[in-house]
Nanobody
Framework: VQLVESGGGLVQPGGSLRLSCVAS????????MSWARQAPGKGLEWVSG???????YYATSVRDRFTMSRDDAKKAVYLQMARLKPEDTAVYYC?????????????WGQGTQVTVSS
């Protein structure tokens, strides 16, 4: 399994970013995919996920601000983030898993840093 996240960076509060995750080494089209994040000094937390049937879930803290999508032909998932807040600052990871699996049971990529600051 190989996962490559990109698209992170420094953005001002209220700004937007689009994260990408390109995957290989497994049957992407039949896999649920998720994004998680880890803020400084905190544990890993679910952010969003999308199942093979297109069903999505979002953490309450990002609902209505973040949108996750997938492109099975490109074996990629995306996380469009809008109206970013300083508390969104974290390293963002993607993985081929989703609840009800435990977050600690997933194979996460190397992550991409998102910093929201003025």
């Amino acid at each position: 399994v190989q996962l490559v996240e990109s698209g992170g960076g420094l953005v001002q509060p209220g700004g937007s970013l689009r994260l990408s995750c390109v995957a290989s080494g497994f049957t992407f089209s039949s896999s649920a995919m998720s994004w998680a994040r880890q803020a400084p000094g905190k544990g890993l937390e679910w952010v969003s996920g999308i199942y093979s049937d297109g069903t999505r879930y979002y953490a309450t803290s990002v609902r209505d601000r973040f949108t996750m999508s997938r492109d099975d032909a490109k074996k990629a998932v995306y996380l469009q983030m809008a109206r970013l807040k300083p508390e969104d600052t974290a390293v963002y990871y993607c993985a081929p898993c989703a609840p009800p699996l435990g977050i600690e049971d997933c194979y996460w990529g190397q992550g991409t840093q998102v910093t929201v600051s003025s």
